[in-house]
């Protein structure tokens, strides 16, 4: 699934533990540690930097 670093904070205000696990996370510096993040596998994983739209980046996560 695609999604916003915009749509992740909108979708923690009813989702507890997407809230929880966003910590003291702001979404700027989510956003910067998604993009420092972008194109490095962890952990079996792969954060993917997909494009570019008003509300900002659109982010997906790859399994490997």
């Known amino acids: ?5 915009t749509d992740l ?4 205000e009813i ?4 809230r929880y696990g ?3 996370f ?6 910067r ?5 972008a194109g490095h596998e962890l952990d ?4 993917e ?3 570019d739209v008003r509300e900002g980046v659109l982010w997906r996560i790859v399994r490997l």
């Not at 079996?44 to 954060?47: A, D, E, F, T, Y």
């Open 9 to 12: 904070f909108a979708h923690a």
């Open 49 to 51: 930097r997909v494009g």
């Open 33 to 37: 540690l998604l993009a420092r993040s």
């Open 22 to 24: 966003l910590g003291n």
């Open 15 to 18: 989702d507890a533990k997407l």
């Open 44 to 47: 079996g994983v792969r954060i």
């Open 26 to 31: 702001s979404p700027r510096s989510l956003g």
């Open 1 to 5: 699934a695609v999604f916003s670093v």
